[in-house]
């Protein structure tokens, strides 16, 4: 006899009410974005969407390229950003850890002048450890002083960008006319693999391969090891997981420094390139600090979705630029984004409702079946 399998048994069936919800946030932001292009220029608001569209293509592969350079710190920040979600900790420090692990690289490129492959293998592992170490202080005040960490991680972005500052100005690493640091020497800039034959004078690199392989090695820490599982475990209730034996102190710890580690990693992956990228001494937060929040939200923190939000991202940003040949002004572009990016915050929100109808769903068929046999 053919063994029943019961509906209400979620883990043995496909759960998409994360992807659905992402991309019904994905496909508000772009209506809203329509409609506010609509309402300041109606006679160019379907030719300039259209440029959002594809203009992520408008080169050819060339384009593509450069959404894909663009799109591996945003990658980078939100694998860091994500990662510690799954620890309930919100890292919103990115953009002092992401500084930080730019300047650790760039100085290290430029200044050891290491031999061969050396020469940027090792400057990505410096921004390691810097991102890591800036993310040390905010870990150790939140874990055994429970200070709010939003709080901390926020105060530490300013010091970082202050700090950073004024590193640049005493290493030898200035450029005292442009305000900015100087170019990475061309040995040890990241290799292309190959990608400027397939992306064809674009800025893309061995960043994207990085940021995949990361990808897949913090996923199978989180969905494949007990560390994993322990992390989770004190993401959803601390004070269950320390029953249970767990150190939850150590956990958070480990969890911020991971998480600051690989938001370093995208800095370092930004800079040390051929698309002529600088550390520029100004009191502004490196943005791809912050855009890997959005990243991870639209992406349900799941390391793997995150590459897909990422480029996503990324090709809005890239393809908004040429919305402006029909008129429309870089704000405008911008709106758009930010549109998209605030609706991804909602993909929670969303994603429960999805969840809440399809148990509904299996409950009335569960129901339904019952009856059938009586």
């Known amino acids: 006899m053919k063994k029943q399998t019961s509906p209400l048994a979620p883990r043995r069936q496909r759960d998409y009410a994360g992807v659905l919800s992402s991309i019904l946030a994905i496909l508000a932001g772009l209506l809203v974005g329509l409609i506010v292009l609509l309402a300041t220029n109606p006679s160019n608001a379907f030719p300039a969407f259209s440029a959002l ?22 990658i980078m920040t939100g694998l860091g950003v994500g990662f510690g979600f799954k620890a309930s900790i919100f890292n919103i420090g990115g953009a002092g850890q992401f500084i930080v692990g730019a300047f650790c690289g760039v100085y290290t490129a430029s200044v050891w002048n290491l031999p061969g492959a050396l020469g940027w293998i090792v400057p990505l592992l410096a921004s390691m450890i810097g991102g890591a170490l800036w993310a040390l202080l905010p870990g150790l005040l939140h874990a055994y002083r ?4 939003v709080i901390a991680t926020i105060m530490m972005n300013y010091i970082g960008m202050y700090l950073v500052n004024y590193l640049i100005k005493i290493a030898p690493i200035y450029d005292n006319v442009k305000n ?12 292309t693999a190959g990608l400027e034959k397939l992306f064809p004078d674009s800025s893309a690199n061995i960043g994207i391969f990085i940021v995949i392989i990361v990808a897949i090695i ?3 820490l989180l969905e494949k090891t007990n560390f994993g599982f322990e992390l989770k475990a004190c993401g959803k209730n601390r004070d269950a997981s320390i029953g249970f034996g767990v150190d939850a102190k150590r956990m958070i710890m480990t969890a911020m420094l991971i998480s600051g580690a690989l938001i370093g990693l995208g800095g370092a992956l930004l800079y040390l390139s051929s698309a002529g990228k600088y550390i520029k001494v100004e009191d502004v937060q490196a943005a791809e600090g912050m855009n890997g929040i959005p990243v991870a939200l639209l992406a349900m923190n799941h390391p793997i979705g995150i590459i897909f939000t990422g480029i996503f991202i990324a090709y809005m940003q890239v393809s908004g630029f040429y ?13 758009i984004v930010s549109v998209i990016v605030y609706f991804s915050a909602f993909s929670f929100i969303i994603r429960e409702g999805i969840r809440r109808w399809q148990l509904r769903q299996r409950t009335d068929v569960h129901h339904t079946g019952k009856g059938a046999e009586k």
Do not use: C, W
């Open 53 to 74: 569209i594809t203009g992520g293509f408008y080169s050819g592969m060339k384009t593509f390229g450069n959404v894909l350079y663009y799109a591996v710190p945003i």
């Open 146 to 149: 429970r200070v709010n960490i």
């Open 180 to 191: 900015q640091t100087r170019p990475v020497p061309a040995a040890h800039r990241l290799p």
């Open 218 to 220: 913090v996923f199978i």
């Open 323 to 335: 919305m402006q040949t029909y008129g429309f002004t870089t704000e405008i572009v911008d709106i």
